[in-house]
């Protein structure tokens, strides 16, 4: 088993930076790929991005482009998401979620991965 959870998420105003973190406990996090989604209230989750295993490779959702990235430090147990320019589409819950079964998945299919982290609120004002 393991456990993850979110934390940086916040108010902030249009323009600025957050930096989510995702702390995975109970086991390593290192031999897996893991995924960012965010949901908006009234709409579907939405996948944001992705990182393999290693660190290097990861991929964002073009809305998204240019404007967050994604990191890990395996020996923190750890995956970030750094939010520059943020935008108020940009606000929503975001979630880090684990693949288990397919533990190199690192695509858009939320039912591919198995261990989710309770979110994190981002407010971004205008």
């Known amino acids: 088993q393991v456990q993850l959870v979110e934390s940086g998420g916040g108010l902030v105003q249009v323009g600025g930076s957050l930096r989510l973190s995702c702390a995975a406990s109970?086991?390593?996090?290192?031999?897996?790929?893991m995924g960012w989604f965010r949901r908006v209230p009234g709409k579907e989750r939405e996948f944001v991005g992705a990182?393999?295993?290693?660190?290097?490779?990861?991929s964002v959702i073009d809305s998204v482009k240019g404007r967050f990235t994604i990191s890990r430090d395996n020996a923190k147990n750890t995956v970030y998401l750094q939010m520059n320019s943020l935008k108020p589409e940009d606000t929503a819950v975001y979630y880090c979620?684990?693949?288990?079964?397919?533990?190199?998945?690192?695509?858009?299919?939320?039912?591919?991965?198995?261990?989710w982290g309770q979110g994190t609120q981002v407010t971004v004002s205008s």
């Open positions: 990182i393999t295993s290693s660190g290097s490779s990861t």
């Open positions: 979620a684990l693949p288990s079964s397919r533990p190199y998945y690192i695509g858009l299919d939320e039912t591919n991965y198995d261990y």
């Open positions: 109970g086991r390593t996090i290192s031999r897996n790929a």
